[in-house]
């Protein structure tokens, strides 16, 4: 049984990225970040092997606590993040909203892997698949704005890149993983495709990367984006 870490687990594409490993046979450890939110995903207990872990990705100590009480990983998906504030422009950047979107987004996820690091090496896959987007592409950034999401977004894009750098010759497979424009709280009710697609295509992706992806950007339906 392969056993796996999904952040931000209680909703949208993490939650169905949880439910549809569950179906694979995976042994599945989501976190939650509030009891209030975490009911959906304590429903799929019924549909598989899931252990559930109320965590706050961004209290470290709790993050040390987590690793504590895990077994060895064959895979990390750090999807939890936080757009932030919507609709602002130019002159009307939020400095602490910033702060708080990098935090989530960027530092969180690295520091994530450096925790988690003893138990995936454990395992048998040592894959990490950072959940990017491709606003966060300097090549697809052809209209501006929207400061804080995507350069938190590029960012964690420069991240994936550093760590396959740094892990790929220990058997690490490391990815930017761009979801798709999703029918979530985030991604609005007008968006393209809903997250059980998105889910299905990104475990795909991860399925059959190998080391030679290792530090690559790719789409939900397998194509490769630029940086």
């Known amino acids: ?13 993490g939650l169905s990225l949880a439910e549809q490993l569950l179906s ?34 961004t209290d470290y100590s709790a993050v040390s606590s987590l690793v504590d009480v ?22 009307h950047t939020d400095v602490e909203e910033w702060r708080k979107v990098f935090e989530v987004n960027t530092i969180a996820p690295l520091k994530l892997v450096e925790a988690l690091y003893p138990k995936l090496h454990l ?27 995507r350069s938190s977004k590029a960012a964690l894009n420069s991240v994936v890149k550093s760590l396959s750098n740094d892990l790929t010759n220990d058997g690490f497979t490391v990815l930017a993983l761009h979801p798709g424009w999703v029918q979530t709280e985030m991604g609005g009710p007008n968006a393209l495709i809903d997250t059980a697609t998105s ?3 990104l475990i795909e992706v991860i399925e059959h990367a190998t080391t030679a992806n290792s530090g690559e950007f790719i789409n939900y339906d397998g194509t490769h984006l630029p940086w």
């Open 123 to 149: 395992g048998t896959l040592k894959k990490i698949a950072c959940l990017s987007s491709k606003v966060g592409s300097m090549t697809e950034n052809t209209s501006g704005g929207g400061y804080i999401y």
């Open 199 to 201: 889910a299905r295509g």
């Open 70 to 91: 895990l077994p060895s990983l064959d895979l990390l998906i750090n999807n939890a993040g936080y757009y932030g504030p919507k609709g602002y422009g130019f002159g």
């Open 1 to 13: 049984m392969n056993t796996v870490l999904v952040t931000g687990a209680n909703r949208g594409v």
């Open 24 to 57: 694979k046979g995976w042994q599945v450890h989501a976190t939650y970040r509030s009891e209030d939110s975490a009911d959906k995903l304590k429903s799929l207990a019924d549909k598989g092997d899931l252990i559930c872990h109320r965590l706050d990705i």
